[in-house]
């Protein structure tokens, strides 16, 4: 075991794939020499060679639909799109392509291939490196959608996703590629040193897709989270006294509808938490899961806390970003209804 | 104040020379002379062709005779072989265009006049050189000799379809063949065989890649993503435009076409350009051969565009009446690709009327055959796949909600 952040174990996880599977290979802009913006892919083409880690142009679409040929080829390509923000310019290539070869061919063609993006806010990144795009994936049928958030995860669901024979759509939480920010600026970040989900295993292992977590046992409510929000429910948890049971999603799509049923057949109450604008996003559909799942156990209206469905604004951004005191104060209303 | 600030702006939207009522007009285009282009060597580069893209290669004169440098000088067996591949093409094209007015199935899509670049093509390729192409390269199934009953169950989404019967007809696959599954949207495939043929350098293999779009969807991103990658990458791919001159109503001057050629978009890119007259057979497939052997020999990517003409509707559901003379096609000044070859072939003594004739009814009873053991298992919504296939091959293995969708059926 090693302590490592989320990027150290994020290149852990690449780095045991290309060394036991010769037909990993990584590309996209700035992933080459220089390791990528985030350095998620730091040293590989120095270990790998230039053939199977490089750069890519600046072109999305390119990336993804060359990643797709590859994949078909037989390849399990993994290819970084540098901001989850620059993923439109390849959309078509990946809802209409990607997600449905499998389907078009009955079988006959498959795209093994992973997309990483980071994705999120609180960095300061404005509209163009702040957004949370997952449900534009989750409405995808044929695409998986996995987000993790912790190192420990981020390295076993990459292994996961990548050893996947269906696309997968690997959203990283760049909030907290470094530490577990729980969305209260006004204490510092604790390094991921200092917590036990840094300690990673240097070699190869799984954590397997569609299954969630529960990170916190409660009786009184139960908070749907994945990403850097479970770190702000977390914390949310702690400070506002309710007996809450937090659950990390950790893949979008397939959920695991076993774990949502349970915790809030349990607690009767339900919040879900994102950083994406509220109409149509991943959170309504958790809401409409939790209702049809659990509609007889619940004691109160299902609340979403999220982003506003205003694009995302730089200089407001902590007016923005659900913070653990919006949470608290949504958590407040379900228990008191 | 400048000229320019003082003289009112005017847009300019391309029109075609001629529309329903019009005389078809194609004055004015002067092509070289067959035989008359010299062939370069394979590893010339980008730049040296650069006056490829605005001429034209052809072999085959008017009269048969083949011409030239590009002459491919295939014994008169392939000779056969291409132009019997191109006669069941038509043959296949002319039963399922009726089986949809018919109502046996829902579309279809002719390749009329197209037929050589399909079937040259797919004899210059390895058979199992991997071909991402469009929707008018049924040529190419034809020509690696897939089951016509496969490609008409296909069309029928009966319960033999490959493709269980999810595709829009003629959207066939088979990586058997070769044949990545067709895309409705445009030009996707042209990128993706970029990164599969940068795959088969990556793996040390030594297949390679062919694409196919027409002139009208050149206009997508992704058409210059894929030219992009291929230039970088020296991917080992043939990218090839199929100018036939109509996207669905628009005339290629939509497409950019009015101002430079379609060829010349590899220019910027530093890829080889090679304009061919794609009514030519001989010089579809030495321009293809040329192309070949750049991309095995790890000189990377060939752009072709071929200069042809779309002979029959874009598909079933349009009516070129509507939009362009109504006799356009036979004025064609390049001819109809299956006349030409056969006439080259009557002119070498290897071939004749007769024998042609003979070869078209041969195409129409295999055809025929194909059509009566396809329509035995049924044609459109007539022994469909089961309904619960809907949810098989969305993902490897079956999830819980798209479980719970498919047992949601039965309630």
Redesign the interface.
Known sequence: MTSMTMIQALNSALDNMMARDPNV?TFGEDVGYFGGVFRVTEHLQEKYGA??CFD??I?E??IT??????A????RPVVEIQFADYMY?GY??LV??AAR??????????VPMTVRMPYGGGIYGGQTHSQSPEALFTHV??L?TVIPSTPYDAKGLLISAIED??PVIFLEPKRIYNGPFDGRRDRPVTPWSKHAASEVPEDHYRIPL?QAKVLREGADLTILAYGTMVHVALAAAEESGIDAEVIDLRTL???D?EAITKSVAKTGRCVVVHEATRTSGYGAELSALVQEHCFYHLEAPIERVTGYDTPYPHALEWEYFPTPQRLIKAMRRVMEA | MSPSRTNALSLHVPMPRARPGDKPDFSGWSFPEPGATPRPDVDASGAELRDYAYGLIRVLDMDGNALGPWAPHLSPDTLRRGLKYMVLTRAFDERMHRAQRQGKTSFYMQCLGEEAIAVAQALALSPDDMCFPSYRQQGLLIAREYPLVDMMNQIYSNAADPLKGRQLPIMYSSKQAGFFTISGNLATQVPQAVGWAMASAYAGDVRIAATWLGEGSTAEGDFHSAMTFASVYRAPVIINVVNNQWAISSFQGIAGGENTTFAARGVGYGIPPLRVDGNDFLAVYAVTQWAVERARSNLGPTLIEHFSYRGGPHSTSDDPARYRPADEGRSWPLGDPIERLKRHLISLGEWSEDQHKAAQEEAAETVRAAGREAEKVGTLSDNAHPRESMFDDVYKELPWHLRAQRAEQDQ
Not at chain 1, 72 to 75: N, R
């Open positions: 290979m053939r199977r890519a142009p072109n679409g390119g639909a060359t990643a797709i040929g590859m078909v080829y037989g390849l310019p078509d290539q209409s392509e070869i499998r389907y078009r061919s009955a079988g006959d063609f498959t049928a044929g998986k024979d269906d569609g799509v397939p959920v509808i």
